[in-house]
């Protein structure tokens, strides 16, 4: 996601440059934002309209809508106000899909969900931190890895469409751990790659919506397996 941003140059980049901490501050709350809004929407936000497959249908199909659209703006925007709506635009569909996969596993793990919750938030801050640190100590090598990292994650998301959708069968275990070192490592990449970008205010914003998107993939990821582990 956002692949533009991180070529841009000081002639390509919008707005006027800042300092090295005030762009990981703009980073950092801008996550922040993006996370607090998904637990508003964990919280508080009905999902009783998704009730029969017509609803399920136009729920997926705007989903898409504002997902694509949020990448779109955050690509395009020249000011930090539209690359700002932009990652709401993502924030939101995203949101409800961490709330869809909450509820799905109160509903397979009732007496146990709590703990695999808060565990999976524990190491989801826990692997992206470490993969932060990673990103910004070797920045080459994660660059280096990126089209093996691209195409992996392309044959994984073929794999599920036509196991899954077309001939209907269940996804191994190995697939979720293979989504996972992805979801890293785009994590190592992103970060390691937003330190050669000029330092502006738009390009942080945009910058935090590419890993916003690695961490709730990995977070998701990692709830998967382990409400998985808690059934067996």
Not at 41 to 48: D, E, G, K, L
Request: proline share 5%; net charge positive; glycine share 8%.
């Amino acid at each position: 996601m956002t692949t533009n941003v991180f070529q841009r140059t000081l002639t390509t980049s919008p707005g006027c440059e800042i300092s090295e901490s005030r762009f990981h501050l703009t980073l950092g709350l801008t996550l922040f934002w993006g996370f607090f809004v998904n637990y508003l929407i964990v919280q508080f936000a009905p999902i009783s309209f998704l009730s029969t497959p017509g609803r399920v249908i136009l729920f997926f199909i705007a989903y898409f809508v504002l997902a694509f659209s949020g990448i779109r703006m955050v690509e395009k925007a020249t000011t930090p106000f539209p690359a700002f709506i932009g990652y709401n635009l993502l924030v939101l569909p995203l949101g409800f899909a961490v709330k869809i996969a909450i509820l799905s596993l109160e509903l397979s793990n009732p007496t146990v969900y709590q703990s695999i919750l808060q565990t999976t938030i524990l190491y989801t801050g826990g692997i992206t931190l470490c993969m932060m640190i990673l990103g910004s100590s070797f920045p080459k090598f994660f660059r280096g890895i990126l089209p093996i990292l691209t195409i992996s994650l392309l044959l994984v998301i073929a794999f599920e469409l036509i196991g899954g959708l077309i001939l209907r069968q269940t996804m191994p275990p190995v697939l979720d751990w293979i989504v996972l070192l992805i979801f890293c490592g785009y994590i190592g990449v992103d970060w390691g790659r937003s330190s050669a970008i000029p330092k502006t205010t738009c390009n942080a914003i945009s910058v935090a919506a590419g890993i916003y998107i690695d961490i709730v993939n990995l977070f998701l990821t990692i709830l998967r397996i382990l409400s998985r582990r808690g059934r067996d």
